[in-house]
């Protein structure tokens, strides 16, 4: 009789625990099936595009700016919002080991198995890395997520309310039939004016085979097919999927009219870099402490992880060597590019002209970011006219293309 008295007692015991599970189970499930903002849905309307077309994502470190761009049903991209990150780490440049702390760089894919709804920073999605080439090339590491929380060791850090809406637009583009969504994530973005800079960066050549890519995307408005071959991206050439990164690239077939207007793109920012290197614009090294974060988070330290090292980033000035377009002495004898605080205090202490960089962002009127609001930065949008608790562990304008180019393993918790 004893017994069978406490057994009920316990019973309810259990089936009480087991509720107080569900509850938080569903404020978890509930967290990642949370609807797109309503302002977002009638963006959407307003750009000619659907909660259910297929997206693309495009992210630029040096700007610290994230896009979210939305198929219209003539199969063309159209810009719907850019997030300022709260948050990356590491330097400019692609990742290459495990512990590196980079952000890579790259063409990614993320699939439905990479949509993490139980992350432990709110709500995450891994980006793909590493994709075929880096793996040619020797690139370790993994598990690179897009998540909230304001804390990257490796990272693209958004706050909870962004990473909430931009898992809600994947999520609903995925679930729309969309096999993976494509992430191009950028060092910055692929001006003449940065590439200037930048010429004499021992990534350069790397960064020109993104550049190829964004030329493609910018031009067709169209996801580029990517391909590796040779141990380089290739894209939208003919069977790119087939193509092995490790052998030589056999003679490619692309769209002629596609093609010619990439290298006429090609021809015209080589001209204007040439340009700028005649007219002063010195080549650099630009060195961050670890990584960095959008202007508009700077009041906000308190949110961010390892708050220390969000410094505006230094810039050295390298010296010019003859012909940058080979390049090849300067590069070989330039730092790698996961350079730490050290290098550039050496640089200083050497007598190499040294700035501070400004923490600030080229203003545009698609991109001005000056009306994000203090208490939780909102995303700017396509359309609207300018105007004017801290984790311990870790945070030009598109142009409208030619008419004549047509449109043609789950991951861990993080």
Known sequence: ????????????????????SACDQSGLAHRSQAPIPYQTVALMEQIGTTKEAPMLIRAY??????????MRSDGRYVHLKTFPMCRWSGQLGPKRQQGDRQVPEGFYAIGPAQMNPNSSYYLSFNVGYPNALDRALGHTGGDIMVHGACSSAGCFSMTDNQIAEIYAIARSSLAGGQRSIQMQSYPFRMTA????????????????????????????????QVGFCNRRYVFNAEGAE?????????????????????????????????????????????????????PSFASRVSQVSRPETIVAPTEIDLDEKPGWGGGQAAAKSAASPVVTSAAAKAADNSGKPVRVMAMATARSDRRDMSALAASDPSPTNSVKKPSGAHRAALMDDIPIPPASIGVRRPSRVH
Not at 61 to 70: G, H, V
Not at 211 to 222: M, N, P, R
């Open 1 to 20: 009789m004893k017994i069978g008295g406490i057994a009920p007692a316990l019973g309810l015991a259990v089936l009480a625990a087991f509720a107080l």
């Open 61 to 70: 470190k040096k700007e610290a700016e994230l896009e979210i761009w939305k």
């Open 193 to 224: 004016l940065n590439l200037a800079k930048h010429r004499l960066d021992p990534n350069i050549d790397f960064w020109k085979q993104l550049k190829e890519g964004s030329d493609h995307f910018e031009l067709t408005l169209q996801e580029p």
């Open 242 to 294: 087939h193509l092995d990164p490790n052998a030589a690239c056999p003679p490619l077939q692309q769209n002629p009219e596609v093609a010619q207007a990439v290298a006429e793109r090609r021809a015209q920012d080589e001209a204007k870099v040439a340009e700028l290197a005649q007219r002063g614009v010195k080549p650099v090294r630009v060195v961050y402490q670890d990584g960095g974060q959008h």
